[in-house]
Nanobody, 128 residues
Framework: QVQLVESGGGLVQAGGSLRLSCAAS????????MGWFRQAPGKEREFVAG????????DYADSVKGRFTISRDNAKNTGYLQMNSLKPEDTAVYYC?????????????????????WGQGTQVTVSS
């Protein structure tokens, strides 16, 4: 199994930036694709960004494209989400997720049910 722990959330003003981290432990981190999801009160958990196991392919939700950057450092067993130009509608609990990825697969998974492991979440609040 893989254990995931998010950190880096907090309160920022609109237009500000935050960097979220997802520390992984357990099985070899490089065998897993990673994703970031968020969930606001009363809403479904939604896809934010995803990255392949090597970091060579990324995908973003349209709502964050151009503002957020997903990355990973397999040597440190850590994934990241850099969030710039934050808006109040970005306010949510942010979760990192992982799923085993077969060799030579480049498809980024965008659905909650496609991931097997989840972190506990970290709160991001953007004030106006």
């Amino acid at each position: 199994q893989v254990q995931l722990v998010e950190s880096g959330g907090g309160l920022v003003q609109a237009g500000g930036s935050l960097r979220l981290s997802c520390a992984a432990s357990g099985r070899t981190f490089s065998n897993y694709a990673m994703g970031w999801f968020r969930q606001a009160p009363g809403k479904e958990r939604e896809f934010v960004a995803g990255i392949s196991k090597s970091g060579g392919r990324v995908d973003y939700a349209d709502s964050v494209k151009g503002r957020f950057t997903i990355s990973r450092d397999n040597a440190k067993n850590t994934g990241y989400l850099q969030m710039n130009s934050l808006k109040p509608e970005d306010t949510a609990v942010y979760y990192c997720a992982a799923v085993a990825q077969p060799p030579y697969t480049t498809r980024i998974r965008r659905q909650v049910h496609e991931y097997d492991y989840w972190g506990q979440g970290t709160q991001v609040t953007v004030s106006s």
